[in-house]
């Protein structure tokens, strides 16, 4: 799918919705990315079939994200990137940190969405019930030392993992934290949104009058 698909369909509608087949799929954050730049927020990701996925989109109109939107419609007229990409970094041009890119963020902004909502309890339980299962097979198994042994094996560290996923997936969810803000610091730094219009302004023209 190339850019000028992508941004025929975020036309200022209400919501917004891809389905994605086949290649196309890997290029669900790049989608998503796009949609922030214009002032859409991912509501649903959904597997359709193998292979098949549905994005759906709504357009998110609170003044802070209209000001990102007429920053990004200025930057891009200017000439400058559809999606900026940014040293994740205050001050130096590199500052030590490497480069984050919008679909990066974007991808991070979907983890932390998909943890906040989910949390770490369904992969914990699904993980235990392996464990579980493993341990049973052991009992029925029990006469056969091999097997039995080799299930024992996967079931107590199927058990370890169970018991630490909460903690290594409380790790990740702040790890995406910490890039969408360094991401969001360092481009608003570098593109920042303009300065609000005097008066009551009017929505980047990204935006139709019909929604």
């Known amino acids: 799918m190339k850019d000028q698909e992508i941004l025929a369909g975020f036309n200022g ?55 990102r939107v007429q920053g990004a419609v200025e ?62 097979l052991v009992w029925v198994r029990r006469d056969v030392p091999g097997p039995a042994v080799g299930l024992a094996v996967v079931g107590a560290a199927l058990a370890a993992t169970a018991l630490l996923t909460p903690r290594l997936m409380k790790r990740w969810y702040e790890r995406n934290r910490q890039t969408v803000a360094r991401f969001e610091q360092a481009r608003n730094q570098q593109w920042g949104p303009p300065p609000p219009p005097p008066g009551k302004g009017t929505h980047p023209d990204q935006r139709g009058e019909g929604s």
């Open 75 to 136: 930057r891009m007229r200017a000439g400058g990137p559809l999606l900026p990409q940014v040293w994740g970094a205050v001050g130096a041009p590199h500052g030590g940190r490497r480069l984050i890119t919008a679909t990066e963020a974007a991808s991070a902004r979907r983890s932390i969405t998909a943890y906040e909502t989910h949390g770490a309890t369904s992969v914990v339980v699904l993980v235990a019930l392996l464990s579980l299962g493993c341990f049973v």
């Open 13 to 67: 509608q209400g919501t917004a919705e891809f389905t994605l087949r086949g290649p196309d799929v890997a290029q669900s954050d790049r989608i998503t990315a796009i949609g922030f730049e214009l002032g859409y927020d991912l509501r649903e990701a959904i597997c359709v079939t193998r292979g098949q996925w549905r994005m759906i989109y709504v357009r998110n109109d609170s003044p802070e994200v209209r000001l």
